[in-house]
């Protein structure tokens, strides 16, 4: 019987393996290769620098070796969560309970099946070299035990993979319900918008007292208990800690076992937009009698989307981002708050926007079989995001108006709508081609991992390399008076934002109707004939 | 009985059937295809088909998995693109333009193209207003779609989280709400419960009385057997035979190749092939 548990594990290793080769097939999937290539790369430098020899080495010369190993534990901890968060690492949908239930296993070998696979995602490989890399090195050094480093670092890694996870399935179950975007929505803002501005604080030669405090603090946490470990032996500082991370990988265990108890709420069942004249509609009707129907359905999809919903209100960040980066000075301030505001009314949509018919999967179908152009869907969510997006504007203006923390004049309002409305139709009409050249199927009730498309990264990616690039510049050669003296030029760039979105939504429209099978399949999958 | 042949060519087919004014039924032809092509690559789905179809006719297209049903029902209704042939629907060419003809036919295609996303109401709805329907007529047919279909109960889910029965169902109202006139169906019975189907069936039947054309591919042969006027069977893409079917319902049979078959699922096995292998460790 062990046997046979032991064959289907296996087999079910192997199926996850199958199925992120043959996601790495595919065109959406190449990124992902140069993204493992990249890791291996850092895994690399990782064992060789700051996880392995490298790091004992300097903590032990140092003699600050606890010290070290706690900053780099704690370092790849967070790490863990969040790359586990953009991208999605972690128990699978295609490996829940429910979908294991199939093969002949007991709960307790779903469970095992299920989180063995998960802790075998090749992402978590990079924390194992490195979390072992800095166990040998210690003990290579006559630093530590590897009788004790070892198996410390692997529960280490038990642990962060049981954080991850656990924090994943909490972010996962409050996005389903009604109010969920909006609580994680606000927590994300707070801890973009004051982890920043805390860190600075408490590196301030002033505040030593309190980051001795918080350093008291991280000694418990499992980065500091695991570091206690691996740089030391079996003292009994030693054995409190050992403890301690046992103590914490049940109590992670524990809670994680309760949360997967709980059923997660339905979201449909808690939805009831159900009145025939409803705002969905009123707003479409705005569009004209023949788009009202198809804009109707993409703002349904719009605010129903949870990715959109935690984009449009984690979009006003974008009024504080400007302050941090600015140093306190006025005009990177204002110059950064320009370049940022151009990400403003495309922020929050881009998870459709960029990807307009990835949400649909086989009712992509419906669009060939209208009475209207193929192209007349795209055209019809694109507005949809730019109704949605250019809401976005006027109100983020106001709140930095508020919060800026400079002399706010009437140029600066017009600059930063003019960025705003520049930006908007720029990326959207981006969106258009990414739509039409880099289709990506996508999960519409997934709120983790990266969904977008190989195009997508690039318009996001190149996009902030690009306002970036332009903001620096201004704030390396040119005064702020000079800045605010050329304020009509983004009046300007925004009309001319406009031609070249009203031009894009032309041609995308004509590659639309030309690519219309391969996109279907592309969607709805092979066999779409 | 039925004398009926595999056409030598599809050609011959066409010609004889205008010739004979469609199995001597004189009415307006509804669906014409001629010598239909569609290739994926180097695999040709559907090979030079050709066939006309009359009004007022329940039309049964069969074959085998693979076979290139549901390619020529993507042609048909403009979801693909023919790589050759000419299609003609309601007597207008059906071309990537032809809004207006798109109105006159109602599609229930493979894998329903539903929106799961919405529920059922918004998804009728958003339906017929791209139909043309006004509002006071969309809010009456979907009120009256989602009461005679069973769907009310089921107004606070939205259609991702339907059974596959009811979703078939959505997709059929979503098909007939603007009263069509011609209605294509892909597989429409399968997964719906035994009322559903009797339901489904009767309006069929209604619906062509009234002297519209449905087109429809199933694998239920029973079915077409007792619903069909006129079946066509295809393999890999080819017409292997076409003709009325009525008289089997009637104790009749089918006379093909100098062979009789008393059911079409004997006509079907004999032109397509028996699939036979033997597990022996089952």
Known sequence: ?529 | MNKSSAPESTDQLISTRNEEGSHGISAPIAISIEHLTKTYGNLTAVDDLSLSIPTGRLFGFLGPNGAGKSTTIGCLTGLLDPSAGRITLLGEPLTLEAAALKRRIGIMPEGLALFDQLYAHEFLAFNARMFGLDERTTRQRVEELLEVMGLTTSRHKRLGDFSTGMRKKVAFAAAIIHRPEILFLDEPFESIDPAGVAMLKDWLRRFVAGGRTVFMTTHVLETVERLCDDVAIIKAGRLAWRGEVGMLAEGGAIEFGGQRFGTLEALFLHLVGEQRGQLDWL
């Open chain 1, 1 to 529: 019987m062990r046997s046979n548990f032991s064959h289907l594990l296996w087999a079910l290793v192997r199926l996850r393996y199958r199925l992120l080769w043959a996601q790495a097939r595919t065109s959406s999937g190449r990124i992902a290769i140069l993204l493992m290539v990249y890791l291996l790369v850092m895994l690399v430098f990782l064992f060789f620098s700051l996880g392995g020899f490298g790091a004992a080495m300097v903590g032990v010369k140092l003699g600050r070796g606890e010290a070290i190993a706690r900053g780099v534990l704690t370092s790849l901890f967070v790490w863990g969560i969040m790359i586990s968060v953009v991208f999605g690492v972690g128990p699978r949908a295609a490996f829940s309970d429910v979908v294991l239930r199939r093969y002949p296993l007991t709960a307790i070998g779903r469970l095992t099946a299920r989180h063995l696979i998960g802790l075998l995602d090749p992402v978590w490989f990079l924390l194992v070299a490195s979390a072992i890399g800095l166990a040998i090195g210690f003990a290579v050094l006559g630093a530590g035990s590897v009788f004790v480093g070892l198996p410390a670092a692997l529960l280490f890694i038990a642990v962060s993979y049981l954080a991850t996870v656990l924090l994943l399935s909490l972010i996962d179950r409050t996005m389903q319900s009604g109010t969920g975007a909006t609580v994680l929505s606000a927590v994300a803002f707070g801890l973009l918008s004051f982890s920043g501005l805390a860190i600075s604080w408490l590196l301030d030669p002033r505040h030593v007292a309190w980051l001795q405090a918080v350093d008291r603090v991280l000694r418990f946490t499992p980065p500091g208990v695991a570091a206690t470990l691996l740089a030391g032996s079996m003292t009994a500082a030693g054995a409190v800690s050992a403890v301690l991370l046992i103590g914490w990988c049940a109590a992670l265990l524990a809670a994680l076992g309760a949360l997967e108890r709980r059923p997660p709420a339905s979201p449909s069942a808690t939805s009831a937009a159900t009145g025939w004249d409803s705002f969905y509609d009123r707003l479409a009707g705005l569009f004209g009698q023949s788009y009202a129907p198809l804009v109707g359905k993409a703002l349904r999809y719009y605010l129903r989307c949870n990715r959109v919903r935690f984009g449009l209100v984690t979009a006003p960040i974008f009024a504080f981002l400007g302050r941090m980066m600015g140093h306190g000075d006025p005009k990177e301030n204002f110059l950064m708050t320009l370049a940022l505001f151009s990400f403003v009314g495309f922020a929050g949509t881009t998870a459709i926007a960029l990807n307009q018919f990835g949400y649909d999967g086989a009712g992509i179908r419906r669009y060939a079989i209208l009475p209207a152009p193929f192209a007349a869907t795209l055209r019809a969510s694109s507005f949809t995001a730019l109704l949605i997006g250019g809401l976005m504007i006027a109100p983020t203006v106001v709140l930095w108006a508020l919060v800026s923390g400079v002399t706010v004049e009437p140029r600066m309002i017009v600059m930063l709508l003019s960025s705003g409305v520049a930006g908007l139709f720029f990326f959207n009409a981006l969106g258009l081609w990414t739509t039409v050249l880099s289709p990506k199927s996508v999960d519409f009730r997934s709120v983790l991992g990266n969904q977008l498309s190989v195009g997508g990264n690039i318009v996001i990616i190149g996009g902030f390399a690009l306002v970036f690039a332009a903001a620096f510049t201004l704030i390396r050669r040119a005064s702020f008076e000079t800045v605010l003296a050329y304020w009509w030029v983004l009046p300007l760039l925004a009309v001319l934002c406009f031609g070249f979105y009203a031009l894009m939504l032309q041609s995308a429209g004509k590659a639309a109707e030309a690519r219309r099978e391969p996109l279907i399949e592309t969607i709805a999958g092979a066999g779409a004939h």
